[in-house]
């Protein structure tokens, strides 16, 4: 099941299958580090530590097959602007319990689930991994993972004008080899812990709100999760199961948590209305009668933007002081717009409505906050910090996410 309001916003994952942490049975609680990073966010991270927890490593949790931690040699191309690697850099030759299992280099992939263009090269191994205990007494050990170390990376501008690196790495949340110990972890009971092994809760909250991040492996917090929620599947890719998934692809994509969006809309939850309306629907599929009436979306915590037609975005925006700014392809608000500060402080939101449990008559709706929406790009990307209303198209060939 999950509870999601998108982007840097509020995400909740429930999901059987995503995660295996051999050796760490029961209910597990990663603290949230107090640090964010990241120049189109910020974003919140956990704190890991590496090689018999002599090294630190603050990295963003989200939906892919392997850890990525930045190494201390990616900050090596001097013609590339600062930060690089803001949130810790791994030294492979200082580790004591690395092992090497690939040799891979020269490998394309993204950062942030398929929705900007990273090149990188990395390397395969295992590592001793614990988390930050927080207010706890210990270490919290998670015994040995699957790690690739990214030697070089980075990260192009949209408009393709430069170039920049990466801040921090990824902490993997879905390594879906199911067949470890059984093969469907969803007919365990609780009697044997396995569910609990291969499930986790994941709400990325908000930095620039003070919502800190929520993580627990085996379970979730419950206090995260309001209202009703819905079940779909998280499936595992064909390519993946049959062994004929494109690695070189980098998109790292074992498996995806998809969902049919039914519709966007705009309202205010309770006193006056920012906007010249107290209610609009019917804007996913304005002005693009190819959508049909659901667009399925891939839910996502690494894609940084709600990722979108073009069509729909520029429907958003026709009722948001925003300009869009094509270097970026991202809408820029207009702070200096009375109505800026209207909506973003205001209660309203942006409403998406999702088919329910995957039942054709009942639907589910979220509704986000505008000041949830009101994101902000710095250095390197801008010369200052710019507020932006975070909707843009997928790269091509890329799948809609939020």
Known sequence: MFFRTVSGISALFYLLGPLHARGAPGLLQIVPSPESYGPDGPWQTVRVLLSNSSQAVHLIPGRTYHSRILSKDICGNSSLPLPCGAGGLYDQDASRSSIKWNDTSGVVWTMDGGQSEAVGIDTGIFEDVSFDPGDRVGLVPVATWSIRVVNQVYLNL?????SYPAEVGILALANTNLNLEKTDPADAD?????????????????????????????????????????????????????????????????????????????GVDNGASPFNFSERQNILNRGNSSIGDSLPVVLDSLAPYLHLPQSTCDAIASYLPVTYQDRYKLYFWDTEDPDYQAIVTSPSYLSLTFRNSGLEEANLTIKVPFSLLNLTLQAPITVSPTQFFPCRPPLAGGAYTL
């Open 158 to 162: 949209p408009d393709g004008s430069g």
């Open 190 to 266: 609780d009697s044997d812990g396995l569910a609990q092994k291969y499930t986790y809760g994941l709400h990325i909250g908000s930095a620039a709100m003070g919502i800190p991040l929520s993580l627990w492996v085996g379970g979730y917090d419950r206090s995260r999760v309001i209202g009703p929620v819905s079940v779909h599947p998280y499936a595992l890719n064909p390519g993946y199961i049959n062994g004929t998934s494109d690695w070189s692809s980098g998109l790292d994509d074992a498996a995806s948590f998809v969902i049919d969006l039914r519709d966007i809309g705009i």
